[in-house]
């Protein structure tokens, strides 16, 4: 009889405790959501003061930036896509001037101002990446406009393996490493695969179990960000306790070129709205530098390296700064 009760009971002990724990994830995926841009900058945080741990992720640094990929992609509302298509005129200004026009007006900028080679190289590899994969999010917490942030992120991605290689190799003959081909391959390779198997994936699970597992997607696109931040800070406490001063200037330098390409970008699209245009200019100003990361030889630039890991500090950090400021801009509308 005892035995019989127990297993009468387990099938609603097992429901009882899988009700449980989705409200347990359902509140840790809230959570996280409201605390997301100070845990971003936190994580930075992590990697310098644990380097142990930052040691440890940096060899899965190529295998994270796919995860983000992948996960940004699986999200791609193809709606909103087709909405903003219906616009090209602005699709394409938006496109151009984030991979064609910043790069092109920053390089002379930065030749003229006599920047260590490396840093002038990644300053403008920078510029002529993709935003981060995180934008979207990002944008839709911080009170941007999301869904023109997902077209421009999409579009721009998709452009990029073809885009980055030809103006950095071919026409500012900037040395590193790869050749015009090789760079392609590997952006394409990178960006492409993560694609591909996020379309599989949609058509696999359907429109609503992806809503339905929204929360949790979201955790886990935090929880790969956040890791990343820690992988990319591998080394970086030593540097600022051998090098202080010159790490600094890095910081700061990397905070002024994120508020100067989003300055930069705002005037040619205010004439679509205050939102829209800074918007783009949030885009423009955070760029994903891990993807260059990912796919240019290791070691080959010590300075371009150095560069493109310190300038993730200003896109962690800056968006919790940058929200009573749009606050106070969209009031004003």
């Known amino acids: 009889m005892v035995a019989g009760s127990c297993a009468g009971n387990l099938p609603f002990e097992l429901h009882t405790f899988g009700f449980a724990s989705l409200r347990m994830l359902d509140r840790t995926s809230q959570w996280m959501a409201r605390h997301a841009t100070k845990m971003m900058v936190l994580s930075i945080l992590v990697g310098i003061g644990i380097p142990p741990l930052a040691a440890t992720l940096r060899p899965f640094l190529a295998v994270i930036v796919w995860a983000i990929l992948f996960l940004a992609m699986l999200q791609f509302d193809w709606e909103a ?8 005129l602005l699709m394409t200004l938006a496109v151009g001037w984030l991979v064609l026009a910043t790069p092109l007006v920053l390089s002379p900028a930065v030749t003229a ?5 490396g840093i002038a190289m990644a300053l403008i590899l920078s510029a002529a990446s993709a935003p981060i994969m995180s934008t979207p999010a990002i944008c839709s917490i911080i009170g941007l406009d999301a869904a023109l942030s997902l077209v421009v992120l999409l ?4 452009v990029v393996p073809f885009t980055l290689p030809i103006i950095a190799i071919e026409l500012l003959d900037l040395e590193i490493g790869l050749t015009t081909h090789e760079l392609m391959w590997r952006l394409g390779t990178l960006i492409g695969s ?4 996020a379309v599989i994936a949609q058509r696999f699970l359907g429109a609503a179990r ?3 597992a929204t929360p949790t997607i979201d955790s886990c696109k935090l929880i790969v960000l956040l890791a990343m931040a820690v992988a990319l800070m591998d080394g970086i406490g030593a540097l600022l306790l051998d090098q202080p001063v010159y790490i600094l200037l890095i910081v700061a330098l990397s905070f002024v070129a994120n508020a100067g390409m989003q300055l930069f970008s705002i005037a040619p699209f205010l004439a679509v709205g205050k939102r829209p245009a800074l918007t783009i200019a949030f885009s423009a100003g ?4 891990a993807i260059i990361l990912a796919v240019i030889p290791v070691g080959i630039m010590p300075d371009l390296e150095l560069y ?6 200003p896109m ?6 940058l929200v009573p400021l749009y606050k106070r801009v969209f009031a004003l509308e």
Not at 155 to 158: A, K, P
């Open 81 to 88: 896509v087709r909405g903003y298509l219906r616009r090209p």
């Open 286 to 289: 955070n760029r994903n530098m």
């Open 316 to 321: 962690y950090v800056l968006p919790s700064l």
């Open 194 to 197: 993560a694609m591909v198997l």
């Open 155 to 158: 579009l721009t991605t998709l």
């Open 308 to 313: 493109l890991v310190l300038a993730q500090v």
């Open 113 to 117: 101002i006599g920047l260590p080679i």
């Open 210 to 212: 992806l809503t339905a």
